[in-house]
């Protein structure tokens, strides 16, 4: 296990942040911590980090308390936190070689430019951070936290100020990184970067834990479907009003509404029905899914 927080109780200034926070991260996983703003994400990631002392329960980082073994895991973890610490009137070249002797390693150029291609940041030796667009220092930040070759990511907000094909790249990036064995600890309000990159996540509200599972078994437990629009270019097969997976909600022209099972991943239904004869032109979203869940899960709380 990578990271075990379980019961964690945090007070900052006299008042108590967490209440009762668990979280459990493997390696390969990527796991989703969501919550709204002020619920204490950020402020749990400090106990994780050992940057915090816990008033009770337990936090373990690489199986061992972080704020006794820092130094054996700051070598083996990366960090993009939401408040980057950037040297304005560096390069993005000289500032990934200045955290690389941090770690004790020298890059040579071409591992610099390696490193920061990998990222989708092309390099330019001339050009300073301080000219950097938000992406920009996003992709950077992400290069700095892969200094060490992680075992274990720490990333909060990873894909803030990117534009669609960016987010996208990050997400093939992280989905390599967790198929290499590279546990992911997510913190995003994204809630599509979670529904893309995410097995299991856990949701926070005023410093409790108040969920945390499997998305599929969240969805289920709270009677949740996802719900679409296919546009047909014929009739689908009679037998396939049966599907275990999908179910026929409406018929409106060439318009088929659709309820999903929660249990199966879409991209699967998809080329399961394609597969058994469904002629399907285009695929909408009209409702359900993991933001509906999030948003019935706070709101409950909240009340």
């Known amino acids: 296990m990578l990271i075990e927080i379980d019961k964690l109780r945090l007070s900052l200034g006299g008042r108590t942040i967490l209440h009762d926070v668990r979280l459990s991260l493997e390696e390969g996983e990527i796991?989703?911590?969501?919550?709204?703003?002020?619920?204490?994400?950020?402020?749990?990631?400090?106990?994780?980090?050992?940057?915090?002392?816990?008033d009770a329960g337990r936090v373990r980082v690489f199986g061992k308390d972080p704020r006794v073994a820092a130094h054996e895991s700051y070598g083996r973890l990366g960090v993009l936190t939401e408040q980057n610490g950037f040297y304005d009137w560096m390069s993005g070249e000289e500032y990934l070689a200045f955290f690389a002797t941090l770690h004790g390693l020298r890059f040579n150029p071409n591992q610099i430019r390696g490193r920061l291609s990998a990222v989708g940041l092309e390099p330019r030796p001339r050009q300073t951070i301080g000219t950097y667009s938000r992406g920009m220092r996003q992709r950077l930040g992400l290069a700095r936290a892969l200094v060490p070759d992680p075992k274990l990511?720490?990333?909060?907000?990873?894909t803030?100020?990117?534009?669609?094909?960016?987010?996208?790249?990050?997400?093939?990036?992280?989905?390599?990184?967790?198929?290499?064995?590279v546990g992911i600890l997510l913190c995003t309000h994204l809630l599509d970067d979670v529904d893309r990159l995410c097995r299991r996540v856990g949701v926070?509200?005023?410093?409790?834990?108040?969920?945390?599972?499997?998305?599929?078994?969240?969805?289920?437990?709270?009677?949740?479907?996802l719900r679409f629009r296919l546009h047909l270019?014929?009739?689908?097969?009679?037998?396939?009003?049966?599907?275990?997976?999908?179910?026929?909600?409406?018929?409106?022209?060439?318009?088929?509404?659709v309820d999903l099972n929660s249990a199966v991943m879409p991209d699967a239904a998809w080329r399961e029905l394609l597969f058994s004869g469904w002629p399907?032109?285009?695929?909408?979203?009209?409702?359900g899914g993991l933001e509906d869940l999030y948003l019935t899960l706070t709101e409950r709380r909240a009340a």
């Open 31 to 54: 796991y989703g911590l969501l919550g709204p703003n002020g619920a204490g994400k950020s402020t749990t990631i400090a106990a994780a980090l050992g940057l915090l002392k816990p």
């Open 153 to 158: 990511l720490i990333l909060d907000e990873p």
């Open 160 to 181: 803030n100020g990117l534009d669609p094909r960016g987010r996208r790249e990050i997400h093939d990036i992280l989905l390599d990184l967790a198929g290499r064995g």
């Open 204 to 225: 926070v509200v005023e410093g409790r834990t108040i969920v945390e599972g499997t998305i599929a078994d969240l969805m289920r437990n709270e009677n949740r479907q």
């Open 233 to 257: 270019a014929g009739e689908p097969p009679a037998a396939q009003g049966r599907n275990e997976h999908v179910s026929i909600v409406a018929h409106e022209g060439e318009w088929w509404i």
């Open 280 to 287: 399907i032109a285009e695929i909408r979203r009209e409702g």
